[in-house]
């Protein structure tokens, strides 16, 4: 009788220590299956879940996940790499409290459909956090004299951006001055009196939108806002 009180007693003991020990790979693997059912999918991706106690990485609850990934594409939308934290995470449920980290070269696009890049700062509570793209002078002349060339047929000879939110393009020894802006499609676009046009735009199948630019030490600054339970499927 003691005999198999003890082999119980062990197997519930091994039990334990399998869901304190194994708990986290577990939740690793399941976060992993929810981010590529939402349309993660990356080069090299690591998934790190904690939770106090770690049991409850088996009901999908977990403190935090942090989510590094290189070479990554969520659908269409493609990045160099991320390195975001998810706090108060719920796997089952698709949600999360905040996120907080970064977006490394993340793919902008032209009217003429070149591609650029830009990091993107990330925090605030997960289903509309904070985000924050700058672009510098250099990528924005780039991009400017690209987007005139094939639309307009313009050689443009020079750009400058003067806060708040002012771009200044010099083209055939004429110098035009409008607004940069979020238009109604969510592009940033060039504004002026002699008309406008869309100049730099996000992939949409990406859960960040833009809502406003500005000028800022000399960098054009875009906000936006994440909807990062959307990475979970949310």
């Known amino acids: 009788m003691r005999g198999c009180l003890f082999v119980v007693a062990l197997a519930a003991a091994v039990l334990a220590a399998g869901a304190w020990f194994g708990s986290p790979i577990l939740a690793s693997t399941l976060i992993s299956s929810a981010l590529e059912n939402a349309g993660y999918h990356a080069a090299s991706s690591t998934i790190t879940a904690t939770a106090n106690p770690p049991p409850r990485l088996l009901l999908g609850r977990a403190d935090r996940v942090e989510i590094v990934g290189t070479d990554v594409d969520f659908r269409t939308f493609h990045a160099a790499g991320l390195d975001v934290v998810l706090t108060d995470v719920d796997v089952i449920g698709k949600t999360a409290g905040r996120i907080s980290g970064r977006i490394t070269g993340a793919?902008?696009?032209t009217t003429g459909g070149e591609a650029t890049s830009a990091d993107v700062d990330i925090d605030g509570a997960a289903d509309a956090a904070d985000a924050s793209i700058v672009v510098d002078p250099v990528t924005v002349d780039r991009v400017v004299r690209l987007t005139f060339q094939?639309?307009?047929?313009?050689a443009v000879s020079a750009t400058k951006l003067v806060a708040p939110d002012t771009l200044r393009i010099t083209a055939v020894g004429t110098t035009v001055e409008g607004r940069l802006l979020v238009d109604a499609n969510g592009?940033?676009?060039?504004?002026?009196?002699?008309g406008g046009s869309p100049i730099l735009s996000l992939d949409?199948?990406?859960?960040?939108?833009?809502?406003a630019v500005r000028i800022d030490a000399g960098n054009l600054r875009?906000?936006?806002?994440?909807?990062?339970?959307?990475?979970?499927?949310?």
């Not at 094939?150 to 313009?154: S, W, Y």
């Not at 592009?187 to 002699?194: G, M, N, T």
């Open 187 to 194: 592009a940033i676009a060039f504004s002026s009196s002699l």
């Open 204 to 211: 949409p199948s990406f859960p960040l939108r833009l809502r």
């Open 222 to 234: 875009i906000d936006a806002t994440l909807d990062a339970e959307a990475l979970l499927g949310g």
């Open 107 to 109: 793919e902008l696009t």
């Open 150 to 154: 094939q639309k307009f047929g313009v």
